[in-house]
């Protein structure tokens, strides 16, 4: 008899990368160029800006055909079918679309909605932003082995503005929540994964929402800190909401990883 060997498979690293927080306090230019706290923001700045475009080349060199307006393309037909089966409540489809620990994150949305009355959502993109409108703002890589591409997974940032309209219906088919007749400017910051490993079924996946702070306008705090405050990133406000008296009381799982290359 045979012995048999396991072989464990990772589809995903289950944790957002140095998650982006946002572009920070633009401080004054003297303070910027002659202040301690001003050399160290852009320090910070530069650095993620370098590991940002090592990400970038990463993907052009380990994935044929790769280009920003592809990528673009693909980002843009994630974000709108994901968002689609976040309404219908499609979680086996919804499972293969995003990562596990966003996906439960859904889940519980989509319980939580469900707990709250609303039998059915209806989500439409109204308008739809060209990709010249979709700004990548960060890249991040992570590998298993850091000498092998194979093992690496890539997570771009992506804002994208756009106009959508929301519904919720009572069993009863009465307007809960939202105007199906009314369009909603939306600007969601989605974080978008995916593994460098040369594999037909390899796909970009949704594996955050992002729900920025704004920076500090006080310069004060930025001297006493050294930089721009920032919060721990939770899961990003969607049209698709759940009626405040049943909403999870979770957190987006995010966490830095420490093998960030």
């Known amino acids: 008899m045979r012995s048999g060997v396991i072989k464990a498979v990772f589809i995903s690293p289950n944790v957002l990368m140095e998650p982006y927080r946002g572009p920070g306090l633009k401080m004054p230019f003297l303070q910027s160029w002659f202040t301690l706290p001003g050399w160290r923001a852009r320090k910070e700045r530069t650095m993620s800006n370098i590991k940002s475009m090592y990400a970038i080349a990463k993907l052009k060199k380990n994935i044929k055909g790769f280009g920003l307006r592809k990528f673009k393309e693909e980002a843009l037909q994630v974000y709108e079918e994901t968002c689609q089966l976040l309404a219908e409540g499609d979680q086996s489809r919804l499972r293969q679309a ?47 082995n850091p000498k092998d ?18 519904a919720a219906y009572s069993a009863k088919k009465s307007l809960v929540a939202g105007n199906p007749d009314k369009a909603i400017k939306v600007e969601d910051t989605w974080v978008f994964e995916r593994a460098l490993k040369k594999d037909p079924t390899t796909r970009w996946r949704c594996a955050g929402r992002l729900s920025l702070q704004p920076p500090p306008t006080d310069t004060k705090l930025i001297a006493t800190t050294g930089s721009p405050s920032s919060q721990p990133d939770t899961a990003k406000r969607q049209i698709v909401v759940t009626p405040k008296a049943a909403q999870p009381r979770h957190k987006q799982r995010i966490q830095a990883a420490a093998a960030v290359m």
Do not use: C, Y
């Open 98 to 144: 995003t990562t596990p620990a966003l996906f439960g994150d859904m889940k519980r949305e989509i319980k939580a909605r469900q707990d709250g009355g609303w039998k059915s959502v209806r989500w439409s993109m109204v308008k739809r932003p060209s990709l010249g409108q979709l700004d990548i703002l960060h890249g991040r890589i992570m590998a298993q």
């Open 149 to 166: 591409d194979k093992t690496a997974w890539v997570q771009l940032t992506v804002k994208i503005p756009s106009e959508q309209s929301f």
